[in-house]
């Protein structure tokens, strides 16, 4: 297992993976947003021996410290997990299809990191311009909308995640991936 | 290159400062930096890195009186480009087809990242094991 954090620098990294034995990374471009598609945390995937992903991005746990929100418990993914590693058993759901980022999210993604530049080398006005020029165009997208959040001295945890999330289940919920479907 | 280029940041694989002059919005650059920022090489063949080239079917539309056209050069090897003329910055995205071989081939895209000591890491380097990958963040 290898763990990719999402976020802007080591240091809001590495006090979440104390203890942690498997090897954590931080992607602080967006990589994976770019190149997997990934629109929200967490999204596993899993990856056999040749590199080929067997069972594309998906919206699993590894507690059920969200499942009152979520309603997706974790013991259901590791059960399948455990049959993939013990003889390759993939679930149905593995042969999803993760429908390719419009021209609007890619054009998101490239706001973000103008953003980002903009913040880490102390240029506020270009920063403020494209993490809103980013948040117009992906309105539903995590990595964009509450990745944002704390760079722009908002509560990633507070009441505007609360209407993020309000906001993408009104819009169907367009997460790129599989969603456990709910008990 | 001349008296009317400026130093602007170039945001893509890494981030790079090059001297651009910029017309109509869009920052000409001359042909030596297009390795440095994108990796390829201008050739009478096309784009080239290494032995590869990509051709160009017409090479004019690069071209400009003052070197080239960054933005479709970036376009040209299927990357997104985004330029904010004010900020005398550019961004090129990944290749839309790096993007496929994830979502329709399958294969997993190689990444640099950062490890917790802010060491460069490869994805790859973990090749050969039944893995997880897992996204997460603090946010």
Request: hydrophobic share 40%.
């Amino acid at each position: 297992m290898i763990a990719v954090a999402i976020d802007e620098n080591v240091e809001v990294v590495a006090p979440l993976a104390q203890g942690i034995t498997y090897p954590v990374l931080v992607d602080t471009e967006h990589r994976l947003p770019e190149l997997y598609a990934v629109n929200n945390v967490p999204t596993v995937m899993w990856i056999d021996e040749a590199d080929r992903i067997v069972r594309p991005n998906a919206n699993e746990f590894g507690s059920d410290m969200f499942t009152e929100l979520t309603g997706i418990r974790c013991e259901d993914h590791m059960t399948q997990v455990r049959a993939w590693i013990r003889d390759g058993t993939l679930p149905d759901d593995a042969s999803f299809e993760v429908p390719d980022l419009d021209a609007d999210e890619i054009a998101a993604r490239l706001h973000f990191r103008m953003a980002v530049h903009g913040r880490r080398s102390g240029r506020g006005d270009v920063a403020e311009r494209h993490f809103n020029r980013a948040k117009e165009l992906a309105p539903h997208d995590f990595t964009i909308v509450r990745a944002a959040m704390p760079l722009t001295g908002i509560d990633p945890f507070g009441p505007a995640y609360f209407e993020l999330y309000g906001v993408f289940e009104a819009a169907g919920a367009p997460y790129r991936g599989i969603r456990r479907p709910r008990p | 290159m001349n008296e009317t280029s400026t130093p602007t940041i170039v945001i893509a694989d890494d981030e790079t400062v090059v001297e651009a002059t910029w017309f109509d919005d869009r920052p000409v650059v001359d042909p030596s930096a297009l390795e440095a920022v994108l990796g390829w090489n201008l050739k009478p063949e096309g784009l080239c890195r290494g032995d590869a080239c990509v051709p160009l079917p017409d090479q004019s539309a690069l071209e400009h009186p003052e070197g080239i056209d960054l933005m479709a050069a970036a376009g040209t090897l299927g990357r997104p480009t985004l330029a904010d003329p004010d900020a005398q910055m550019v961004a090129i995205g990944v290749p839309a087809d790096d993007r496929q071989r994830a979502l329709v081939d399958r294969q997993a895209p190689d990444a640099t990242l950062l490890d917790l000591d802010g060491n460069q890491r490869q994805l790859s380097e973990w090749s050969g094991t039944r893995r997880l990958l897992v996204a997460f963040s603090s946010w």
